[in-house]
């Protein structure tokens, strides 16, 4: 009897699974030209495998980052900003809520201008109700942030120390300054800084 159980709701989750699995993967699709990715293809696989807690099937997430390219397992194929921005696109996809802390690194690799704040604009959309750590080298998705970090590494008498320090808002603004490049006292990067705040 409990086999038979097992082997029923596996099968309406498989069900449940083929239904939802294009219609993600679409979604994913759509949010990834978004960000930078566009032409990639992704697609879910559901392979068979035996019954157990999670169902009778193997989800696999398949993607070729580049056309022309065969598609392969994300995380054999994808680089790390490709993966950063996949599952900034999978959770903006999928978005419920809920309390989990999520930590972004190098998702803003390879982008810049108006794709860096369409990238910005995910994370805080994302970010209702719950944390997000993002780890950026753009103004334009730092600028975004409820709160800023500055992060340091230095090395004395052969040990790295790395710091890290909240911002004030009068530092922020700053901090967006030395991000564009420029010095404290350049005075048209300070007011792009101001007016990145702004927008915000």
């Not at 680089?79 to 690194?105: H, K, N, P």
């Amino acid at each position: 009897v409990a086999r038979a159980d097992l082997e029923k709701g596996s099968a309406a989750l498989r069900s449940a699974r083929a239904a939802a699995a294009p219609k993600l993967a679409k979604a994913v699709r759509e949010r990834l030209a978004e960000l930078a990715v566009d032409g990639a293809t992704f697609t879910i696989g559901l392979e068979g495998r035996d019954p157990g807690p999670a169902g009778s099937d193997a989800v696999e997430f398949l993607i070729a980052p580049n056309p022309g390219v065969p598609a392969g397992p994300l995380r054999d194929t994808a680089s790390g900003g490709e993966m950063s921005r996949v599952m900034l696109a999978l959770m903006s996809a999928a978005a419920t809520g809920g309390d989990a802390t999520l930590v972004f690194d190098e998702v803003d690799a390879g982008i810049g201008g108006q794709t860096a704040r369409a990238v910005g604009e995910q994370l805080r959309q994302l970010a209702a109700g719950r944390q997000i750590l993002c780890i950026t080298h753009l103004p334009q998705v730092a600028s975004l942030a409820a709160r800023h970090f500055a992060i340091a590494k230095e090395s004395r008498g052969g040990v790295a120390r790395t710091t890290v320090t909240q911002l004030a808002d009068p530092d922020v603004v700053s901090e967006l300054v030395r991000m564009l490049g420029a010095s404290d006292d350049d005075r048209a990067a300070r007011k792009h800084a101001e007016q990145l705040r702004r927008a915000a």
